[in-house]
C-alpha cells in the first residue's frame, strides 16, 4: 500500500520545521549585569538565616557578608583577631571581663542606630532561643537567666562581657568570630516578635524574632539580605550604610544549581560570574580556558577513617597503627582529591592556632603486615565500613579496601545515604566510618574538643564528640585539651595543641587523610573574586567588574 | 394508563438518580481509601527508614540538649502509630506540617514549587503529542518502510537512552555551543523581578501581563528542558499511536471505507485516528500524570524549582511533612487527570455518551 503524506501532517511538519527556524534565529546572550556578580552554588543546606539559628555552611557565607559581628579573623593571619564593629578591647586582669568599645555612628541597614546594647540583646536572643550554634556563646558559661547580666551595654558604644573562667583570650575572641555572635537590629526585630506559650522547654513568651528572620533580615553587613528562596535563589544588595568600604557591586545574585557540568556550561558561556560546586572534570576544563580563573583556599575541614574501638579487632593499638600505613596518601591526592583537598593527618587544619603541618605516614604494607602479626593477626580479619555514597569518599574507601586486602584484611563496604550512615554512627554501631569533620568556630579547640574530648564513655554519653562515637576512652587527653582552653599564653596554647595532634597522629583511631580546599572558577573579567579560610570569610564584598 | 406512565418514568427518574448518588458514593469512598493508603504508607515508610529525622533538622553538629528538646517537640519520641493520628488530624483541618527545609508551611512550598512542574510537564506533552501522534500515524501507515524504521529508533532512542544524559547533551549542544536557548533555570536573573507570578505558570503569567520580552526569556528557559520531557513521552506516544492505528487500519470498517473511495486522509485522520484516540487519550494522559510527578533528572540537570526535585530534596534529608505533602498532591494530580480522561473518553467515545 503506498499512502502519500497526508495534507495534515505537511501542515504539522512544516510548523514544526518553522518552530526551528525561530529558535534558530534567538538573538546572542547578554552577559550578566555589569553591577552584579551571579554565582552558581548548590546551597540547598540553607533552613534558616537567622543568625542565632544558622548553622549551615552556605548560609555561613550569607550571614558574614550581611550582618557584622564585634571581632572577625584577620585574613592575613588567620591566628590573629581584628575588630569589626569594635575599636578595640580589652580583657581584665583575672581573664572574665572582656569590654568592647564600639566604632562611633555605626547603622544599621534599616537606617537604626547600632548601639552596644543591639550587641547585648543579639547576645540574649541568640542565648534564649538556644538554637545549634548557641553553645559557642554558652560555653562562656552563660544561660537564658544569666545573659542580661553577662553580656550587656554600659553605655552607647561600651559592650561588657563576662566569662566563667580565665579562659585563653584567643578561645573568647575566636568563638565571637561566629555567625552566631552577629549583631542583629534590636529595635527592627522587636516590631516582628511572634508570641509563643511558655513551656518546660522554652521558658520565654515571645520567639525573638526568630520565626521572622528566618527569611528576614536584620543586619549591618556589608550587603543587605533582599531575598532567600529555598533552592532557588538568595539575593544580596549594596548596604550603603555599612561602616567598612563599601560594596563595590550593587547586587550579589546566588542562584542554586546543583550540577557541576551545568555550572560549568553556564560560567563558559557567560550567564553565571563564579560556579562554586566544580567537580575535578569541569574545573580541569575550566583551568584550561583562558576567560575563566580559579580561586581556591584550604577550609577547615578534614576528612578521616575511624575504628570503633568497641571492635576487639580495630581496638589494638597495632591494627589502628597498621591501618595508618595502609592508606596510599600519594595517589589519592594524585587522583582523588586532586584540586578539592590536601594531604593532612593531622586533626588541626592549616591556619588555625597550633596547627601541625605533618604528614609522617606512608603506603607501607610490609610494616603494616608486621603489626599485624604483632596483633596476632597475620592471617587478616574481616571489617566492614560504612560508606556515604558520594564522592570522593566513595573513592577512597574503595582504594582503602584494596590497600587492606594487601595486608590480608578483608573490608566490606557498606554503602549508604549521608543521613542513614551518620545516624548509624552517632549510634556507634559501625566498624569503621568514612567522614568529614568541620570546625564549628575558627578555634583550635574546636577540632580538639571533638577528636580528643570523651567525658562519659558511656551508650547513654551526651557529649557525642568523634572520640565518643569511636568509644575512645581518653581521660588524659580530655583533661589536656581542656586544660589549653586555660591557657593565656598563645604560643604555649599552640604548643598545646601540637601535643594533642601528637597523640591522635601517634594512638588515636581515626587515620585523617586530607583537608578539604574549596574551589571555586570565575570569569577572567572580576576582580578581587576570593575565598576566605573558613566558609563565613567568602567576602563578596571587594568584588567589582 | 398516562398515571402509570409518568409513575414509571419518575421510578425510573429515581432509580437513575439514586444510581448517581450510589456512584458518587463509591467514588468518594475509593478517593477517602486512596488517599489513606497512600498516606498511611508514606507515613510509615518515612518513618521506618533508619534515619534519624532530628538529626537531617538539626545536622551533625548541633549539642545533645538541642536534639532532645527537637524531638520532643516535634512528637518523635511518641509511638508510630500516635504520630499518625496526629498527622492524619491536621491533614484532615489542612494543616500539613511545616518543611524543616525551607521552614515554610509545606503547602506554600508547593504551591510555589508545582506550578514550575505543571508548567513543564504541560508544555513537554504538548510537544510530546503533537509530535508523537503524527509520528505514530505516520510509521503506522508506512508500516516497514524506512519511514517506520526511523521512527521506531528515534523513539527506542526517547525511551532508552538516561534523560540526564539527553539532558547533558543538549545543554552542551542547544546551549553552549548553538545558543539557541538560555542556560538552566526559569527565568534570566535580570527578569526576575519584572512580573507578578500570579498563577506562577511563566508563560500564562507574562503573556497576561504584556511582558513580551520576559515572556520570550522564559519560553527560552522552558523550551529546552520541555522539549526533553516531549521527546520522553512521544517515544511512548508515537509507539502506542502506531499499534492502535495497525489496529484499527485492519478493521473491516476501513475496508468498507476504501471501497465506499473515500481518500485516504479522510480514512486515516478521520476514521482510523478517530477510534484509534479513544484509548489514546488515557495513553497520553498517563504520560502527563508521570510528567507532573516532576523529573527529577531534568528537574537537577535544568536548576528547574519544580516538584520532583523538591520531594527529592526533601526525601534525602528525611523532611517527612514535605515528603507526604507532595505525596498527596501526586495523588490528588493521578485522580484528577484519571477523572479528566474518563470524561474525555466519554466526549469520544459515543457509546459510553449514551449510558
Known sequence: MMHSLNKHFRVLATSAAMSLIVMAGAPAFAETPADTLVEGFAFDDIISMDPGEAFELSTAEMTSNTYDLLVRLDLNDTSKIKGDLAESWTVSDDGLTYTFKLKPGLKFASGNPLTAEDVAWSFERAVKIDKSPAFILTQFGLTGDNVTEKAKATDETTFVFTVDKPYAPSFVLNCLTATVASVVDKKLVLEHVEPVTPSDEYKYDNDFGNAWLKTGYAGSGAFKLREWRANEVV?????????????????????HMKESSGQRLALEAGDIDVARNLEPGDMDAVSKNADLALASAPKGTVYYISLNQKNADLAKPEVIEAFKYLVDYDAIGATLIKGIGEIHQTFLPKGVLGELDENPYKLDVAKAKEL????????????????????????????????????????????????????????????MYIGQWGQDYFDPNSNAETFTTNPDNSDEGKNKTLAWRNAWDVPELTEETKAALLEKDNAKRAEMYQSLQKSVLEKGPFVIIFQQTEVAGYRANLKNYKLGPSFDTNYVGPVTK | ?????????????????????????????????????????????????????????????????????TRELLGFNKPLYVQFFI??????????GTSVLTTNPVMVDIRRVFPATLELATVGTIIGSLVGVPLGVLAAVKRGSIADQIVRVVGLIGYSVPIFWLALLSLLLFYAKLRWVAYPGRIDIVNEYSFTPTTGLYLIDTLWQRQWSVFWDVFQHIILPASLLGYFSLAYISRMTRSFMLNELGQEYIVAARAKGLSETRIIWGHALRNAAVPLVTVIALSYAGLLEG????????????????????????DMNAVLGGTIVIGSVFI???ILSDLLYRTLDPRTRAR
Open chain 1, 372 to 431: 599485624l602479626a604483632k596483633a596476632g593477626l597475620a592471617d587478616g580479619f574481616s571489617v566492614t565500613m560504612d560508606v556515604r555514597n558520594t564522592q570522593p569518599v566513595t573513592g577512597i574507601a574503595e582504594s582503602f579496601q584494596q590497600t587492606l586486602g594487601q595486608a590480608g584484611v578483608k573490608l566490606e563496604i557498606l554503602p549508604g545515604d549521608g543521613k542513614q550512615t551518620l545516624t548509624k554512627y552517632r549510634a556507634r554501631t559501625h566498624d
Open chain 2, 295 to 318: 523529573s527529577v533528572l531534568t528537574e537537577t540537570v535544568f536548576a528547574w524549582p519544580g516538584l520532583g526535585l523538591y520531594i527529592t530534596n526533601s526525601l534525602q534529608n528525611a
Open chain 2, 1 to 69: 394508563m398516562t398515571i402509570t406512565e409518568t409513575t414509571q418514568t419518575a421510578g425510573r427518574k429515581r432509580a437513575r438518580a439514586n444510581g448517581a448518588i450510589m456512584g458518587v458514593l463509591r467514588f468518594l469512598v475509593v478517593i477517602v481509601t486512596t488517599y489513606f493508603g497512600l498516606l498511611a504508607v508514606t507515613f510509615f515508610i518515612g518513618r521506618v527508614i533508619p534515619v534519624d529525622p532530628v538529626l537531617a533538622i538539626l545536622g551533625d553538629r548541633a549539642p545533645a540538649h538541642v536534639v532532645e528538646r
Open chain 2, 336 to 338: 484528577a487527570i484519571n
Open chain 1, 235 to 255: 539575593v544580596l544588595e549594596r548596604n550603603d550604610n555599612y561602616h567598612g568600604e563599601k560594596a563595590g557591586l550593587a547586587r550579589v545574585i546566588y542562584r
Open chain 2, 87 to 96: 498527622y492524619v488530624k491536621d491533614a484532615l483541618s489542612g494543616n500539613f
